[in-house]
């Protein structure tokens, strides 16, 4: 009985962490954005649109639609006017991570974080 009672808890967490993608490197995502991203986008908070109806990075954050599950897909395959990147996964989850931190009221990769008292 007592193992029992044990299994499931357990079983609970080892899903979860098996089902966690790994935390998003912000800065790794920066670079990546800023290397393939950044001439035709403006990949940094503030920054003015580079191409005539492409988005901003901001705005792409902005957008509810924008979830990491779509932004994913999205560049998972070609499309459009946009290259075929072929990002590693891990490269491609970075600049996501570091696309959706740009959102309203997020504090970016180097901007200071608000300090909980």
């Not at 403006?42 to 191409?51: F, I, L, N």
């Not at 005539?52 to 902005?62: I, K, Q, R, S």
Request: charged share 25%; glycine share 8%.
């Amino acid at each position: 009985m007592r193992r029992a009672a044990l299994a499931g808890p357990l079983l609970a967490v080892a899903g979860l962490a098996q089902a966690a993608d790994p935390p998003a490197d912000l800065e790794n995502g920066r670079a990546v954005a800023r290397t393939w991203c950044a001439q035709c986008h403006a990949v940094e908070r503030g920054e003015s649109q580079r191409a005539d109806g492409v988005p901003t990075f901001t705005g792409l954050a902005n957008d509810p639609r924008n979830t990491s599950d779509r932004l994913r897909a999205f560049l998972t395959q070609p499309h459009g006017r946009m290259p075929d990147l072929s990002l590693s996964r891990q490269n491609r989850d970075d600049v996501i991570g570091y696309l959706l931190s740009l959102r309203d009221g997020r504090a970016g990769p180097t901007e200071p974080k608000p300090r909980r008292p």
